[in-house]
């Protein structure tokens, strides 16, 4: 966990403070969150804070999570890693595990707070790792699916596949890894409509 010092203290650096009313949302999680261009201002039905940090595991969110989440008490946390670990040649019960550690961790600080985990992205860079991607996948859904809310499971692989079951490239950067503009469109409409559920929208 050493490597990321840097990343940790500049995300210790943010602001913790509550603006406004609406309710605050940690998005956490690897540089799919990192890299989000605006993704503060994509959801303004929400105080959204990016916590993501560059080539996170889902090890290292559950590692860090009391140092860098929980002086925002959020509302609700909207977690993104996975694939890292699998990449880094961990196997998908592992993952399954830090997901329950890091579940333990919200229950412990934050109480009964929502938690969203969106779904392992299957990209053409990590093709070769699809069988530990639709398993781990599969274990926390089951997992999310039987305990009800406050959890929840947000899969996007369907809308982001062709008819032949691939990962479109153009919701992808040329590295074939990391969402394009396109990608990240897809992503704020399908997490909007989640949010819009958990905290609806009041009349005007």
């Known amino acids: 966990m050493q490597w990321y010092q840097d990343e940790i203290a500049r995300l210790a650096r943010q602001d913790t403070e509550r603006h406004g009313a609406q309710p605050k949302v940690v998005f956490y999680g690897s540089s799919t969150f990192t890299r989000w261009p605006e993704l503060a201002q994509g959801f303004p039905q929400v105080q959204a804070v990016n916590m993501g940090f560059g080539g996170a595991t889902l090890a290292a ?4 999570f009391e140092q860098v989440v929980v ?14 670990d699998l990449s880094d040649g961990r ?20 109480g009964p707070i ?10 053409p860079a990590r093709l070769h790792l699809r069988g530990s991607i639709d398993y781990a996948n599969a274990c926390i859904r089951q997992r999310a699916v039987a305990a009800g809310k406050p959890l929840a499971y947000l899969d996007f692989n369907v809308r982001m596949l062709d008819a032949h079951g691939h990962p479109q490239p153009a919701l992808f950067e040329a590295d074939g890894l990391h969402l394009s503009a396109a990608g990240y469109t897809l992503w704020q409409q399908e997490i909007g409509t989640r949010l819009d559920q958990i905290f609806p929208p009041t009349a005007a």
Do not use: M, Q
Not at 77 to 83: E, H, N, P, T
Not at 97 to 108: G, K, N, T
């Open 71 to 84: 002086p925002h008490r959020p509302d609700a946390l909207l977690l993104y890693a996975g694939d890292n």
């Open 61 to 64: 969110c559950a590692w860090f």
């Open 91 to 110: 196997n998908p019960e592992e993952v399954v595990l830090f997901y329950e550690h890091l579940l333990a961790s919200v229950a412990a600080t934050l």
């Open 114 to 123: 929502p938690v969203c985990f969106v779904a392992i992205k299957l990209s």
